[in-house]
């Protein structure tokens, strides 16, 4: 893909729904290109940034669940994600990831998208959609760590 593809996918992602094109290559333009290997160090996500999966998928799994549960967050083509200043659950120590082998992730730093939500009003709406639905999958995270917790404390024969 070269850059005119990459902007065109980009706009067809709702985050970009009614967003004018030329924001949409701003943040192209100063976004940065991530290329992985399949296993990946979570150091590859740099804190305050907004992520954009152009390509393949990425997987994070918890060494701390149990087998079968492990995967805690899977982003594949076009999912977009931001990660804040403490880098979150995604930076945990207990937490790995796992990249297809042909992985392309635009890194957009969040300085950048900040001044674009700025400009157009449309954008800050499908970012706040996009929170919303981050918000929604953190809540179901959180039930299944404290399911899983409540397992560990439980009785045996209860």
């Known amino acids: ?3 005119c593809d990459y902007l065109l996918f ?3 992602l709702p985050m970009f729904n009614e967003v004018p ?4 290559e701003t943040l192209l333009k100063n976004g940065t290109f991530i290329r992985g290997t399949s296993e990946q160090s979570p150091s590859f996500l740099h804190s305050q940034s907004v992520y954009i999966v152009l390509k393949g998928s ?3 799994m918890d ?5 079968g549960s492990k995967t805690v967050a899977l ?3 076009g999912d977009v994600f931001p990660i804040d200043e403490k880098g979150g659950l995604y930076l945990s120590p207990f937490i790995s990831v796992n990249a297809t082998s042909d992985i392309l992730i635009l890194n957009i730093p969040y300085c950048t998208f900040k001044k674009m939500m700025s400009y157009n009003p449309q ?3 499908n970012f706040l959609g996009m929170l919303q639905q981050n918000v929604f999958c953190s809540y179901q995270l959180f039930l ?8 560990e404390n439980a009785e045996p024969g209860s």
């Open 63 to 67: 060494s701390r669940l149990p087998e």
């Open 123 to 125: 954008l800050q709406m």
């Open 21 to 24: 094109l030329s924001i949409v």
């Open 75 to 77: 982003w594949e083509k």
């Open 1 to 3: 893909m070269n850059q």
């Open 58 to 60: 990425v997987r994070f």
């Open 144 to 151: 299944r760590y404290l399911h899983t917790s409540q397992d």
């Open 10 to 12: 980009l706009k067809q």
